[in-house]
């Protein structure tokens, strides 16, 4: 049922006054009314109406609400008697009073038809006024009382109408109960939610939809609705559970009132909140997780983690916390591209919780960094024992989804509670600067953390700002080392090397800030200012060196993944003038082992702008050597750990022989890095090694030094 505002506005307020029109029907051949009769009518706000026969009184009486009928006996037609049994027969006119009137006497036999007929007084004509007016006030005013107690009962009506068809369409579930906690009335909702129909319902007690906590007796006086009921205060619980008819249990928020006015019980208006809970925990649950291993998230480690504390410290048992980062996790991510890298570290993810225990907590918290928490330990050295186990598992190849082997390793830092610290940050700290302890004395290893670690960390950050300030303030500079043709002496090249030099510490080794460049990603606006600075010098160069001189320039791994990089390094061809032939590019074996399409397109991309490229570090990376026939390579360099013992050690001196021997039967030109004797260059020279670069030719020196370095040297005859 709907009602429009203004009906629903009327329900609510009080019934109107008798704003009544009531009239009397006059009903005799005699047009005049008995004396007294209109303004008497008029007086109560009355008014009247004739008919001249029993007929017309009829159309009347069917037509319009009469209040009073006063009828003549004798009427043409249809008589007194015959009209007043009409109306009493008829169920619309039934409640209608009749006084008969007659110019004759009212003997006993026509009082008595009368009275059978249905009239309810009896008058003679001529009428006297005080009896009529009296008769007719008394019957006019039960009249009104009648209809104002039908307009109540309407509104009545109408308001638990409304009432009830508010409560049928609630959204809430709505609830009477009496004083003892028995329900009197449940709306759809709640019967909908508790799983019941309104008869098992009505008479049964509140534990029917109201658990008490495990096992207890659920006493009326316990519970919130009774409180409610004796405090007559209303109750709002966020959270309770309430109990469906099947037993099960599901979490509402309710509002408990007392009935107001008389009823003597209380109503609870219920919602069930299993949706909200569980998007509430399903919200919960991704804040702690980490997506892409389903390990907690930083966040989640943490409270776990001091959760484990507690416990631990309540227990006085011991707490180890590893911090566990991947080795070069970034050259993966920028080889093989960020697919295969979110492939690898699910599967680290798999491979470390396969080491623990099922409640070690395990986390991953950041891009490559894991953290175990081995809880309730007796000892904290048996975390060297699983420390060891997770290096091994991670040692042991990965297959990618392409069916890629790929192997890594990783640095673990461990720091035990309560021997390092009792609280979570500090622990954390901890275990982070054991962790770059492990990394820094060759990786794939783990540290225990020790006081004087704090230290050495201490320096690194440092580092780690004083190069965001030297790549900002242009803090960088290049030195250039030659490179000698062996056949002739004649300087070919010349490798460009990037110096730092810090105010207080002085020179800072490439192989200390490179990586750092790498890791913070610095490499990128970095490596493009060494392209730009070593082609506008060898473009500077040009009146001073041979024109098939040319200039090497290392790339780093990110720079190798930038999309921008050709374009970046055509624009420096461009604006210095410089022909493709005298810039080198140097690779790193790991850059071409991933044999991707972004791979295959950069190389295809440099090789089409005409540039040389070379692989650096020749044999100390992956071993296998098959995408060296897949691209377009110009030269190897023999790394310096193979020329170090050339002519001590035959085996490598092999090496040498067989590297000399692989680059030139693939048509590429071999050159040795960092010879430093006469008798590595004659034995280079026999090996048929094309170029040789080292202090034994020239250290790197500034631009300002080239124009001193010859341009040619004896060879071979030292
Ligand atoms: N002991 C000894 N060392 C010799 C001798 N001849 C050359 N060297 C050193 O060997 C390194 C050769 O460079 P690399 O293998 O490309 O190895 C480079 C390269 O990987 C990286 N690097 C240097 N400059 C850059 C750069 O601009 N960009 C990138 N991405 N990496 C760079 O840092 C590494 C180290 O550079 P440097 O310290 O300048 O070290 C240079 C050079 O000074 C020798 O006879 N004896």
């Known amino acids: 049922m709907r009602h429009s505002p203004a009906t629903m506005d009327s329900l609510l307020t009080k019934p109107a006054g008798p704003a009544i029109q009531q009239t009397v029907l006059l009903v005799g051949p005699q047009s005049d009314a008995p004396p007294g009769l209109l303004p008497l009518l008029h007086s109560l706000g009355a008014q009247s109406q004739h008919a001249d026969s029993g007929e017309r009184a009829l159309e009347i009486l069917v037509a319009e609400d009469i209040a009073l009928v006063l009828a003549d006996v004798a009427l043409p037609g249809m008589d007194g008697y015959a009209l007043t049994q ?9 409640h209608i009073p009749v006084i008969l009137l007659s110019n004759g006497v009212w003997d006993a036999a026509a009082i008595a038809r009368a009275y059978e007929a249905g009239a309810i007084d009896y008058l003679g004509r001529p009428v006297a006024e005080p009896v009529l007016s009296s008769k007719v006030a008394v019957l006019l005013e039960l009249d009104g009382n009648r209809r104002r107690l039908r307009q109540a009962i ?16 609630a959204g809430e579930g709505v609830i009477g109960l009496d004083r003892d906690g028995h329900m009197r009335f449940a709306n759809p909702a709640a019967r909908l939610m508790l799983k019941v129909e309104n008869d098992q319902l009505v008479g049964a007690d509140y534990r029917m939809f109201y658990p008490f906590p495990a096992g207890d007796v659920p ?19 966020e959270e309770t559970i309430f109990m469906r008819h099947d037993r099960t249990h599901f979490p509402v928020s309710l509002c408990v009132s007392r009935l107001a006015g008389n009823g003597d019980g209380l109503v609870i208006v219920f919602q069930d909140i299993s949706q909200r809970k569980a998007l509430e925990e399903a919200l919960r649950r991704q804040a702690v997780t980490d997506p892409l291993t389903g390990l907690n998230n930083r966040s989640g480690f943490k409270s776990a983690f001091r959760i484990a504390l507690d416990r631990a410290r309540r227990a006085r048992k011991s707490v180890a916390l590893m911090f566990i980062d991947l080795d070069h996790f970034k050259r993966i991510n920028d080889t093989l591209g960020h697919a295969a890298g979110d492939f690898l570290l699910a599967a680290v993810a798999t491979s470390i919780r396969e080491c623990v225990r099922s409640y070690d907590i395990v986390s991953r918290i950041g891009g490559d960094e894991f953290s175990v928490v081995l809880d309730e330990l007796d000892d904290a050295s048996s975390a060297a024992q699983i420390a060891g186990k997770i290096l091994t598992a991670l040692r042991c190849p990965f297959r ?4 890629m082997q790929v192997t890594i390793s990783a640095s673990i830092g461990i720091a035990s509670f309560p021997e390092c610290s009792d609280d979570v940050d500090m622990l954390m700290q901890a275990a982070g600067v054991a962790m770059y302890q492990a990394k820094s004395d060759g990786r794939n290893l783990y540290h225990f953390y020790m006081p004087e670690m704090n230290a050495k960390a201490r320096h690194r950050l440092m580092l780690e700002q004083a190069l965001r300030v030297a790549v900002e303030d242009d803090g ?6 030659p490179q000698v043709d062996i056949g002739t002496g004649r300087v070919v090249g010349y490798e460009a090397l990037l ?8 020179s800072i080794a490439p192989s200390t800030f490179v990586p750092m460049l790498e890791e913070t990603g610095l490499i990128i606006p970095m490596g493009q200012w060494v392209f730009s600075t070593g082609c506008r010098q060898r473009h500077a160069w040009n009146s001073m060196l041979p024109e098939q001189c040319s200039l090497s320039v290392n790339l780093s791994p990110r720079q190798f993944a930038d999309k921008n990089l050709v374009p970046q390094i055509q624009r420096v061809l461009e604006a210095n003038q410089l022909p493709p032939y005298q810039l080198e590019i ?3 074996e790991s850059m071409l082992m991933s044999n991707t399409e972004h791979t295959r397109n950069l190389l295809r991309s440099l090789k089409d702008l005409g540039l040389k490229l070379s692989v650096d570090d020749f044999g100390t990376g992956y071993s296998s050597l098959a995408y060296l026939k897949q691209f377009a390579l110009d030269a190897l360099k023999i790394d310096k750990q193979f020329i170090d013992h050339l002519t001590t050690s035959s085996k490598d001196k092999a090496i040498a022989r067989s590297i000399i021997q692989l680059g030139h039967n693939l048509g590429m030109q071999v050159i040795a890095e960092g010879v430093e004797t006469a008798d590595q260059v004659e034995t280079l020279q026999q090996l048929g090694c094309d170029v040789v670069q080292g202090f034994y030719f020239g250290r790197p020196v500034p631009a300002g030094e080239v124009g001193r370095i010859p341009q040619a040297v004896a060879v071979g005859a030292q």
């Open 86 to 94: 009409w109306i009493r027969e008829n169920s619309r006119t039934r």
């Open 154 to 169: 309407s509104h009545i009506d109408s308001t638990k109408a409304y009432y009830e068809s508010m409560l049928n369409a």
């Open 219 to 237: 006493h009326w006086e316990h519970t919130p609705f009774f409180h409610t009921l004796r405090h007559g205060k209303e109750t709002r619980i």
């Open 400 to 403: 990618l989804e392409d069916g």
């Open 476 to 481: 960088f500079f290049l030195h250039y080392q």
């Open 499 to 506: 110096r730092w030099d810090h105010d207080r510490i002085g």
């Open 586 to 588: 140097e690779l790193t």
